[in-house]
């Protein structure tokens, strides 16, 4: 086992390049479970439902919202708790349930198993995105952030990599419980070594307005949220954009199987690639963008973000409009990148339109919005309206295309929040960390 990284939280230090680097590396890790964990169900979506012989909202149900539900209220207890304790162990004792329940959705054996595991899954995940921004806003000061969230947001498009191509081809080999074995187990492990490897910085020591320990409540940290109106809009444009490109993501696999004959595996195989590929490098292209001295005026990022956001939904409704497959597959190069470029800015903007005691809950009401958005309303109303379409309510490829048509505006409506928060950024940021953006 390596030796622990020590920031010096004692006396307020952050450590050595190295030892933050470290500390980022292992957040993106955290990131890149939790992505692979809560997605990979969507590679298996079409065996589960066929195996439990459940509707298209049957199964969004199962698989979806009963993990969202959980994951999104117990956001808030948990990053009130984040915003107190030692982030370190919240983390690691978070991914550890959260990989065991993954590995208990392999072994359930009915719809009861399977829906309890799924929500053991929502439950741990909730610590996991808002302990580790948290901790990697006490290691990089407010002008790298945006910088370092991006690279911590990389987590998201190697995560779905695994999830689709990782585990289709586990499922065409095995089966889908196979895949939740083979995704659960190394969670553990990186659970452990985070326990021991990392050290708790102390909070807020890179920022004017640092150092309470205390921490804000819940009722204050959202009464200063609303009066942050920039921060109102980024998070909007944030839940909307993940409503709309994660939401489409989620029945991408099963539109594929329906449309095009494909296995969860040939789909997985399609996909897995743009994921990893096109949304690492969509992700690192950002962050490059956001290191150069031009972009620490918080208005170029909202309107970088507004106008690829609006660009990829033009390009979304074609790809659910075409029968060609292969038009579908080059503009998925275009499509999916955009659903991961706008994660590592809008984390690294809302940790600078809040206080540092606020940090975990300003992240967690983000959360809650945006997988409300993406992980209950998405599936659950694509799922209904596929229904609805279907001749005699049997869902079939015709009616999930129809379903997921209604989805697309939700991306122009997220690109009006992004040019809309522009007006009020910089003051804002200024207010919340005392530190006036270039």
């Not at 309470?212 to 444009?237: C, I, K, N, Y």
Request: charged share 15%.
């Amino acid at each position: 086992m390596m030796a622990a990284v020590r920031p010096e939280a004692a006396d307020g230090g952050v450590g050595t390049t190295m030892q933050r680097w470290y500390v980022l590396l292992m957040m993106v890790l955290v990131y890149t479970l939790s992505i692979a964990d809560r997605y990979v169900i969507s590679t298996v979506l079409e065996p589960i439902r066929l195996e439990l012989q459940l509707t298209d909202s049957g199964i969004a149900f199962l698989t979806g919202v009963s993990l969202a539900l959980f994951y999104v209220v117990l956001g808030f207890p948990i990053s009130w708790l984040i915003d107190r304790g030692n982030r370190r162990n919240i983390i690691a004792v978070c991914l550890v349930a959260w990989s065991v329940m993954t590995a208990f959705s392999g072994l359930s054996k009915n719809y009861i198993q399977l829906l309890l595991s799924r929500i053991g899954v929502g439950i741990g995940e909730a610590g996991g995105t808002p302990g580790a921004n948290s901790i990697i806003s006490d290691y990089f000061p407010a002008s790298k952030r945006p910088m370092a969230l991006t690279i911590f947001s990389l987590g998201a498009p190697i995560g779905a990599w695994i999830g689709a191509d990782i585990a289709g081809i586990v499922n065409d080999h095995y089966n889908w419980r196979t895949v939740f074995l083979v995704l659960g187990i190394p969670g553990v492990i990186v659970g452990l070594v985070i326990f021991l490897t990392v050290r708790e910085p102390r909070r807020g020591q890179l920022d004017k307005k640092g150092g309470d320990h205390a921490g804000a409540s819940f009722p204050e940290s959202m009464r200063f949220l609303w009066t942050q109106r920039s921060a109102v809009h980024v998070m909007a444009a944030s839940a909307l954009t993940a409503l709309w490109g994660w939401g489409l993501m989620w029945w991408t696999p099963t539109y594929l199987i329906r449309n095009f004959g494909l296995t969860p595996g040939e789909a997985g195989s399609i996909l897995g690639p743009v994921h990893l590929i096109g949304g690492g490098l969509a992700t690192l292209a950002t962050s490059w963008w956001l290191a150069q001295p031009k972009m620490k005026d918080p208005r170029r990022i909202v309107r970088m973000m507004g106008w690829g956001v609006g660009f990829a939904t033009v390009v979304s409704g074609v790809i659910y409009s075409t029968r060609s497959l292969e038009l579908a597959q080059w503009l998925f190069w275009l499509f999916i990148p955009a659903i991961y470029f706008y994660i590592g800015p809008c984390f690294g903007l809302l940790n600078n339109l809040c206080e540092p005691r606020m940090r975990a809950q300003f992240c967690a009401a983000t959360l809650f919005v945006a997988n409300v958005g993406n992980l209950i309303v998405a599936p659950q109303l694509v799922g209904f309206l596929s229904d609805a379409f279907a001749p005699d309510n049997v869902a079939n490829g015709q009616s999930l295309r129809l379903a997921m048509l209604c989805l697309v505006p939700a991306g122009a409506w997220a690109t009006w929040h992004y040019f809309r928060s522009a007006k009020r950024i910089i003051q804002d940021e200024e207010r919340a960390t005392g530190i006036r953006p270039a």
